[in-house]
C-alpha cells in the first residue's frame, strides 16, 4: 500500500517562505508521476505543480517563479518550495502520486498567509 506523510504547512507572513515535505512510501519517482494540489476555502481543489518521471517539472501559472517542486530519491521525499507567498495561496495542500492509473494522496497540510 502506498503511504503519503506530509509535513512543513503553518502561518506566514506574505512575502515569506515555506517548505512542504512529503514522504512516499513504496514509490519510484523515476517511474511515475507525483505532484502537488492545492485547495482554498470554498473553491475546487486545483492543480500547483508535478515532476514527470523525474524530469520534466510543470507549474500552474499562478505559482510558477515562486515555488520549486523537487524530490529526494534517497528518503523518498518530495518538496514544495514556495517563495513570496501571497495571501491568495492560503489553502490545503496536497501531494500525490500516480502510479499507474491510480493516484495517491497525502493527508493534507494548511499553508496560512497573512497580509
Known amino acids: 500500500q502506498v503511504q503519503l506523510v506530509e509535513s512543513g504547512g503553518g502561518l506566514v507572513q506574505a512575502g515569506e517562505s515555506l517548505r512542504l515535505s512529503c514522504t512516499v512510501s513504496r514509490a519510484d519517482f523515476s517511474r511515475n508521476i507525483v505532484g502537488w494540489h492545492r485547495q482554498a476555502p470554498g473553491k475546487q481543489r486545483e492543480w500547483v505543480a508535478n515532476?514527470?518521471?523525474?524530469?520534466?517539472?510543470n507549474y500552474a501559472d499562478s505559482v510558477k517563479g515562486r515555488f520549486t517542486t523537487s524530490t529526494d530519491n534517497t528518503n523518498n521525499t518530495l518538496y514544495l518550495q514556495m517563495n513570496s507567498l501571497k495571501p491568495e495561496d492560503t489553502a490545503v495542500y496536497y501531494c500525490?502520486?500516480?502510479?499507474?492509473?491510480?493516484?495517491?494522496w497525502g493527508q493534507g497540510t494548511q499553508v496560512t498567509v497573512s497580509s
Open positions: 515532476i514527470i518521471r523525474g524530469t520534466n517539472t
Open positions: 500525490w502520486i500516480r502510479i499507474g492509473v491510480n493516484t495517491y
